[in-house]
């Protein structure tokens, strides 16, 4: 099949030069246990501070030109953890989604879930659809926050809803392209992350948006989560503004 020149550009964007600030940074929150360890405490202590944190970055985030933000806060297969430390941390979402939704409001910030809500408790999901209706339309700062969420699992439920769009007619065989994807995956009213940091020293993606960061660049600090704080990010942000993304292209 040709390519026209206009299926090029909707798939591949234009190379950037250096400067520009990411409009989507997408955080995988890694070191919350070994921060509590070392300490000598129980890992949800470790949760706990942890959650805190996000509190400042969230808050740090439009002010540092970042308009949408991901946050990975439970796997797919993070349920292979034991029975206390997954049900502390349902408990911890709950009760902070809770708390902050006043907060979150007043900061203008739109609060989105990302992955499988159905295996999740009722209670968590009523909590969740609540804030997510309350903060529709804020425009400050988009945070995303991935429970529940496997970049496969994304992908499988995705090729389920496009197998049935095209058993029903809903769209034709012609129509599947790199969009259409996109437009079913649950990160479907956001761009796609410029840049993914990962806290703790772990240089690996643990199946965090596997489409959606094929072009992203990465950082990867040995900092541990709860110790992660807003100036670090600002450190983050003024390196990634040198870098120079090429997209396939040439250098400019
Ligand atoms: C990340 O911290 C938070 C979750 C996965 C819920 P960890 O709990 O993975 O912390 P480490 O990697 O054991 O230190
Ligand atoms: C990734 O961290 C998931 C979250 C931060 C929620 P993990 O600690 O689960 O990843 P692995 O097991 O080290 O790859
Ligand atoms: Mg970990």
Request: glycine share 8%; hydrophobic share 40%.
């Amino acid at each position: 099949m040709a390519l026209s020149t206009t299926d090029i550009a909707e798939t591949s964007p234009e190379p950037q030069g250096e400067g520009r600030a990411p409009l989507h940074v997408a955080i995988i929150m890694d070191g919350n246990g070994r921060w509590a360890t070392q300490r000598g405490w129980p890992r949800l202590a470790g949760h706990r501070k942890g959650a805190e944190q996000i509190k400042k970055i969230v808050q740090a985030a439009p002010g540092l030109g970042i308009r949408y933000m991901t946050i990975y806060a439970f796997s797919t297969e993070n349920w292979k953890r034991s029975t206390q430390e997954v049900l502390g941390l349902m408990k911890m979402f709950r009760l902070m989604i809770k708390r902050e939704a006043a907060e979150l409001s007043r900061q203008g910030v739109e609060l989105r879930f990302i992955g499988d809500r159905t295996r999740l408790d009722p209670l968590l999901r009523e909590t969740m659809d609540s804030i997510e209706a309350r903060t529709r339309g804020n425009t400050k700062l988009t945070l995303a926050v991935a429970i529940n969420y496997g970049g496969r699992d994304e992908l499988r439920r995705a090729a389920l809803e496009l197998a049935r769009d095209l058993a029903e007619g809903r769209i034709t065989e012609d129509e599947v392209d790199e969009a259409a994807i996109s437009a079913r995956l649950d990160t479907r009213c956001m761009p796609d992350p410029d840049l993914v940091i990962r806290s703790s020293g772990e240089t690996r993606t643990s199946n965090f948006l596997p489409w959606q960061a094929a072009y992203s660049e990465y950082e990867f600090t040995p900092t541990l989560w709860p110790d992660f704080t807003p100036g670090e990010l600002a450190e983050i942000l003024a390196r990634f503004k040198g870098r120079e993304r090429r997209f396939g292209g040439v250098a400019s």
